[in-house]
T-cell receptor, first 115, second 115 residues
Framework: NAGVMQNPRHLVRRRGQEARLRCSPM?????VYWYRQLPEEGLKFMVY????????ESGMPKERFSAEFPKEGPSILRIQQVVRGDSAAYFC?????????????FGDGTRLSIL | AQKITQTQPGMFVQEKEAVTLDCTYD???????LFWYKQPSSGEMIFLIY??????QNATEGRYSLNFQKARKSANLVISASQLGDSAMYFC????????????FGDGTTLTVKP
């Protein structure tokens, strides 16, 4: 499967723990985007990364959230000291190039549940 | 102001009939892309169709077509010959040329196909 791979598919954490969500883009894609989806809502942009660089983090909460896309390995979305309000589906997407004519190919998402 | 507006929270259609899902958008950027995604109950995001702001013709992909009315800033999705498997949430999204990283999503329309 050469699509965008996200893991885990489901993640359960207790309040105060850390959550790490992983995303491997499609082969050859170097642009990665993270979105959050609350129940019954559309996707909300969080952050856009290119290899080793954060391009746009305008949608990221100021505290507890961070993202990286290292030279080697998957992109990681990290949530520290999780709270109940962090419960959501987190989607990763990738594109080959930057540009408004590029459809973003999505992974299946990680469903994060906070107990 | 909402950048993407989907005014139909829920729609019903009889199997084998056509259905139109509405989407209006707001941008001052002359260059932008419009996308439709399908999200079935299993949760993944499936890319359906793309329309560029400079495209002269309406986009078509199999049973999906996009009714693009630039002056009205609308990009409605038309699904012909509906099938039971079309029952899902449908999202309209936009990427703007000056900000060609993130996509902005509407709140979605839940489509139910009746047998």
């Amino acid at each position: 499967n050469a699509g965008v791979m996200q893991n885990p598919r489901h993640l359960v954490r207790r309040r105060g723990q850390e959550a790490r969500l992983r995303c491997s883009p499609m082969k050859g894609h170097s642009h990665v985007y993270w979105y959050r989806q609350l129940p019954e809502e559309g996707l909300k942009f969080m952050v856009y990364l290119q290899k080793e660089n954060i391009i746009d983090e305008s949608g990221m909460p100021k505290e507890r959230f961070s993202a990286e896309f290292p030279k080697e390995g998957p992109s990681i979305l990290r949530i520290q000291q999780v709270v109940r309000g962090d419960s959501a589906a987190y989607f990763c997407a990738s594109t080959l190039r930057q540009g408004d004519n590029q459809p973003q190919h999505f992974g299946d998402g990680t469903r994060l549940s906070i107990l | 102001a909402q950048k993407i507006t989907q005014t139909q929270p829920g729609m019903f259609v009889q199997e084998k009939e056509a259905v139109t899902l509405d989407c209006t958008y707001d941008t001052s950027d002359p260059s932008y892309g419009l996308f439709w995604y399908k999200q079935p109950s299993s949760g993944e995001m499936i890319f359906l169709i793309y329309q560029g702001s400079y495209d002269q013709q309406n986009a078509t992909e199999g049973r999906y077509s996009l009714n693009f009315q630039k002056a009205r800033k609308s990009a409605n999705l038309v699904i012909s010959a509906s099938q039971l498997g079309d029952s899902a949430m449908y999202f309209c999204a936009m990427r703007e040329g000056t900000n060609a990283g993130k996509s902005t999503f509407g709140d979605g329309t839940t489509l139910t196909v009746k047998p």
